[in-house]
């Protein structure tokens, strides 16, 4: 069964390990909605092992192919041990065929070798002793010491899986326990934001403020920063002297409060909302004096985007 809890959080894991999702996308060579849809548990099938198998290159040894097929529901322990198995199978075939033991006899102990839920002890022995009687004593000494390493291959293989297994699992509830994720991403801070298409990487940089994008629910944190809210025209909303979160986006919906470039001048955080031509700018102050602005198609208004959290001290 597809657990798509802990393929959220090992996708998440593997993405703190990059500096943005656009990166981790690159190297896995997929589409990064593709990624977020999956963070966000929003589909049901899982990916294809073809895909698996790509996501698993790209996560720089936070998980194995095998670790993905088996939360994505393509492996269960059984099936796992069963490809083990077949691997295995062909070592010690070429091991039984370069002592002279014929082929024959090696398929029979591929038959007999199955997964206890397939074979009763009873048939095992059965069949195990039909397969010896034919062998001689050299043969018998031969085949017997290259089935118990092929066992102890399977059983440590088992070990490891397992290990591997509650390992991942205990850290991933730790993670969880503990609220706190491995990686902060440091969010830039903008003091104000003005001509024109700003020059994000320097324009007015004030510096930068931690966050948490797991447990602030982003999933693209390099598509965010912090404006620094000067004046109290949306006090109701958030305090002069705080940080504003904005996400990047050119398009926000009638009544969402945005970051609105007017005649390219200094960025202003308002209510947003477009009624046919006009575009109104709306403040949410306790101050009266504040009052709401209206401008028709012959201004130049530039959406630099959406408000989603505010960072504040409390006073």
Known sequence: MFNKENFSSILREINSTYSSMTEFAQKASFDRTYISKYINMKLSNPPTPKILDKIANASNGVATYEELMHVCGYYTSDVLLGEFFERSFIEL??????????????????????????TSEKEFNTALDEVFSNLSQEEYLIVNNVINEFIEKQINFANSLKSSMNTLLQNKKEELSKGVSKNLYNCPVYGRISAGQPNWAEECLEGYLPIDPNLMGIIAPEEHFFLRVNGESMNKVIRNGAYALI????????????????????????????QEDLVILEPMSDDSSFQVQVYNKTTPINILGKYVGKFEINK
């Open 247 to 274: 996400h990047k986006q050119d398009i926000v919906e009638n009544g969402e409060i945005a970051v609105v470039l007017v005649n390219g001048d200094e960025a202003t955080l308002k209510k947003f909302s477009k």
């Open 93 to 118: 075939l070429k091991k039984l065929t370069e002592h002279n033991i014929s082929l024959n006899s090696a398929m029979a102990l591929h038959d007999i070798l199955k997964f206890p839920s397939e």
